[in-house]
């Protein structure tokens, strides 16, 4: 399509103050004039007019088209004349870049033409020169001019400078920074005196920019809503650089234009031309992460592409050239090299292609990599391995964990070697390999493999081991790996944090807490039993003494016994600071104890006994026939031991029938210990204000009942100490005497007959009535001193 060429004449109203634009020559068919016109008066103002001005704006209209302008001031009309160019179509039409029309000569004169003579083209050696005079502002200018093109598209470019020819220069800077299509459709004007009202991509501003209009120091304006490259002092935009930029940058300073292709922005064809005109060592002085962007471009190539030899050579060159200052930019680069190479070759020839790969910069993973690929199996050459270090395992175990074989028995044997190894901390060496085996290798489920199989077996040879490793240098390493590691391990972590600084804990304080911590508060089977009692309490296994009173804290006496750990707690048995419920608890299930000596169970058993026969679980023929082997095979009890017996048989004693008292020898037992007097006059008494058993009150009515207590304490005994007597003679005024109101006249007659049919009826007959009569004597009590 043709191009059309029209005058405008842009003016100030002086009436209404609005900016006027007349046509000078005709307006031809077909053109959008009445959009032209729009574009134009946006574009450039006729007050406060900037001087020349060349413009290009690509028309929102369904035939598309671009519209060319060149604006001068205008001597007649005190206004500006704007010359145009309209093509409809695409951008191609042009025959130049829109930017070539400008000409520095219109700044001079009236009468100039408007536009540069055709074949027109802007000096490369001038664009260098401009490079290389403003170099710190290049990059991120050309980055921003790629943002452009992005989707979405980057915020419009505010370029400030002190003249438009400065301004046409970044502009055909950009274009001979773009593929041809680019360049042809960039937008543009060098001078406006109102960027938020221009609709072109790149916007020229000067000196006298009302600040009122366009303010170059807000902060708002810069940062967010438009991208300001500031040539007159300003702070401009804060500068954003990529890949592209950079290197485009680079080859401009050098001297050299990038003759961008036809791929938008790609960085090979840009780092092929730099490798012909410059050293490798100069290109280095790119940013770190140019060097990265170009090796990942060569990797996808190499990866994507199918090169002929001379890409393959330039990619390789590539990979050699950045991996000398940095190897860790080209790993992935030089394994699809080496991959390509290897396909190429065939499984025939793959050794021979391995050690030709050696002149790629492959680091250690990236040959293990390799190597698991393309080398001999890894299951095979780890099994080779197994006995020599640690150190030598990592290749083929890489490789046997990449693919995936998680049930190999090659791979089951490193996990139980490895085991092992953490299970011996004193083999320093051993256990230091294993440990950095393990670093290096990364993979958290071979790490709780080797976990799970150490404490498989929880014996305290393992479980002590693992105690050791958490207080090694390696427990931080261990610390990392709590997560879905055995309980056992996480057990043993907190063991020995708690024993350290702030806690300080030791023994039971320990044990209590990693219940309360892992167990909800008991210790639920036998295995988690002897995995705490390892961690707590070595090297024996025998908690101190302080400490015994408290393992049935979180610990049943049942699950202790049936660990065959009752015999470490024989210290608490024998001598506690007190007997209470746990102990009588834990005496209970060590009754038929294989593990107790004769002695331990003889004690186990008199608790037992005296606590059931005082809560009417044991009958006392039963009690008193067991008692004295007991007695005799416990040997000398503590005194704590000694009370709770005797306070349990006292009680049993006085909690049964008389009647059934009579018929053995058990006042004859209490009799015989000052103790257990003092024990049984205070368990009557006690029976006897309780009430609810043959002591209770409305018991003593019958008087049978009161005839035989009345014998049981008033009868003389074999062995009997002297406060026996007045023992006796006191529960006789308080129990009995208290009955004689509620017996009567004829419930004591009845008692004095059941007492005349005794044997020795007639001596029993005297006491009572002289008993009795001392009782009236004192109102019913009588005073014992």
């Known amino acids: ?71 001068r001031p205008d001597e007649k009309s005190a206004g500006l004349r704007v010359d145009a160019q309209y093509a409809a179509g695409d951008d191609a039409t042009w025959p130049r870049l829109p930017v070539d029309a400008w000409r520095p000569a219109v700044l001079r004169g009236p009468d100039d033409e408007p536009f540069a003579e055709p074949g027109r083209r802007w000096d490369e050696p001038l664009l260098v020169r401009h490079v290389r005079e403003h170099a710190p502002r290049v990059a991120p200018f050309l980055a921003d001019v790629r943002r452009l093109f992005a989707d979405p598209a980057g915020r419009q470019i505010v370029v400030a400078e002190p003249d438009q020819e400065t301004v046409a220069r970044w502009i055909a800077l950009a274009c001979a920074s773009l593929p041809e299509a680019h360049a042809r459709s960039l937008t543009f004007t060098t001078a406006t005196a109102d960027p938020g009202g221009a609709p072109q991509q790149i916007l020229g501003i000067g000196p006298e920019t009302d600040p009122q209009v366009f303010d170059r120091y807000d902060a708002l304006t810069v940062t967010h809503h438009y991208r300001v490259h500031d040539g007159l002092g300003g702070p401009g935009s804060p500068p954003l650089t990529d890949a592209w930029a950079e290197l485009t940058t680079w080859l401009w300073r050098e001297g050299t234009p990038p003759r961008p292709d036809d791929e938008p922005f790609a960085l090979l064809p840009l780092a092929r031309r730099a490798l012909a005109v410059g050293s490798w060592d100069e290109l280095a002085a790119l940013r770190s992460d140019v060097l990265r962007e170009i090796a990942a471009a060569a990797t996808d190539a190499a990866e994507r592409d199918q090169p002929d030899a001379d890409d393959e050579e330039f990619l390789t060159e590539i990979c050699k050239r950045i991996g000398g200052h940095q190897p860790d930019a080209v790993q992935q680069l030089s394994l699809a090299l080496a991959r390509r190479r290897l396909k190429a070759a065939g499984r025939q020839d793959t050794d021979e292609v391995l050690k030709s790969c050696r002149d790629l910069p492959l680091d250690e993973a990236a040959w293990n990599t390799l190597h698991g690929e393309y080398g001999p199996p890894p299951e095979e050459e780890l099994r080779k391995l197994l006995r020599y270090p640690f150190g030598t395992w990592e290749k083929p175990l890489r490789g046997l964990l990449t693919s995936g074989v998680g049930g190999s028995p090659v791979l089951d044997a490193a996990v139980t070697q490895l085991a092992e190894a953490l299970s011996c901390p004193d083999k320093r060496r051993n256990c230091d390999e294993a440990v950095a085996l393990l670093i290096s290798l990364q993979d958290r489920g071979l790490v709780r493999r080797v976990l799970e199989r150490l404490v498989q077996d929880p014996s305290e040879r393992r479980i002590r081991g693992l105690r050791d490793l958490v207080r090694s240098v390696h427990g931080g390493w261990l610390r990392t790996h709590l997560d879905g590691a055995p309980l056992a391990v996480r057990l043993a972590v907190s063991a020995a944090d708690l024993s350290r600084d702030p806690y300080r804990r030791t023994g039971a304080e320990i044990w209590v807490e990693l219940a309360r911590r892992h167990l909800d508060g008991k210790v639920p089977d036998g295995a988690t039993l002897r995995i705490m009692w390892a961690l707590v309490w070595p090297p024996n296994g025998q908690p101190a003494h302080p400490d015994q009173s408290r393992v049935t804290e979180v610990c049943s006496p049942r699950l202790i016994v049936e660990e065959g750990l009752e015999v470490r707690l024989s210290h608490w048995l024998k001598r506690p600071d007190q007997v209470t419920p746990a102990l009588i608890e834990f005496a209970r299930e060590t009754v038929a104890s294989r593990k107790f000596n004769s002695q331990e169970l003889a004690v186990a058993r008199l608790l037992v006994l005296a606590h059931d026969f005082a809560h009417g679980r044991e009958r006392l023929a039963s009690a008193m026939e067991r008692l004295p082997a007991l007695e005799h095979d416990a040997g000398r009890l503590t005194d704590a031991l000694r009370d709770a017996v005797d306070r349990g048989i006292a009680h049993g004693i006085a909690r049964t029938d008389p009647e059934t008292v009579r018929d053995t020898r058990a006042l004859d037992y209490v009799a015989g210990s000052m103790k257990l007097i003092s024990q049984y006059q205070r368990a009557v008494t006690d029976a006897h204000r309780s009430g609810g058993g043959p002591l209770d009150p409305a018991s003593l009515r019958e008087p049978r009942r009161v005839a035989i207590l009345f014998t049981l304490w008033r009868e003389r005994r074999d062995g009997a100490r002297g406060a026996w007597k007045n023992a006796a003679d006191q529960l006789t005024d308080d129990v009995i005497g208290s009955a004689l109101a509620q017996l009567g006249e004829h419930g004591v007659n009845e008692v004095v007959t059941l007492l005349s049919q005794r044997q020795g009826g007639q001596k029993w007959v005297q006491a009572w009535n002289k008993w009795s009569h001392q009782m009236k004597g004192h109102g019913g009590a009588r005073e014992h001193g």
Do not use: F, K, N, Q
């Open 1 to 71: 399509m043709a191009i059309r060429e029209l005058s405008y004449v842009l003016c100030r109203d002086p009436g209404t103050g609005a900016d006027r634009l007349t046509p000078v020559t005709a307006v031809p068919d077909g053109v959008p004039g009445h959009l032209m016109e729009r574009v134009i008066a946006a574009t450039h103002r006729a007050e406060p007019a900037v001087g020349a001005a060349l413009s290009y704006t690509r028309l929102p209209h369904r035939d598309g088209g671009g519209l060319l302008c060149s604006a």
